[in-house]
């Protein structure tokens, strides 16, 4: 799996990684993020089902998920 979800451990928004490498830097807050040592919340290969579902987490995580779930229904 190339790709992966992830939570940012200090601003709690999702992002998307690829897990070929050993860190990435939250886009919102900055903070250097370890990727051995956080949960990967999913792993595809294909861009589109990374986009989806980061979509999908981050709308859960704003509380926000049946809004987004009826908007990607259309």
């Known amino acids: 799996m190339k790709y992966g979800v ?27 993020i370890k990727l051995d040592k956080v949960r990967i919340l999913y792993k595809t290969n294909s861009e589109q089902k990374l986009r989806s579902y980061l979509g999908l987490v981050n709308a859960d995580l704003d509380g926000k998920l049946e809004e987004f779930r009826k908007t990607t229904q259309k």
């Open 6 to 32: 992830i939570v940012c451990t200090k601003c709690k928004k999702a992002k998307g990684v690829d897990l070929s490498f050993k860190t990435t830097k939250c886009i919102r807050c900055n903070k250097v």
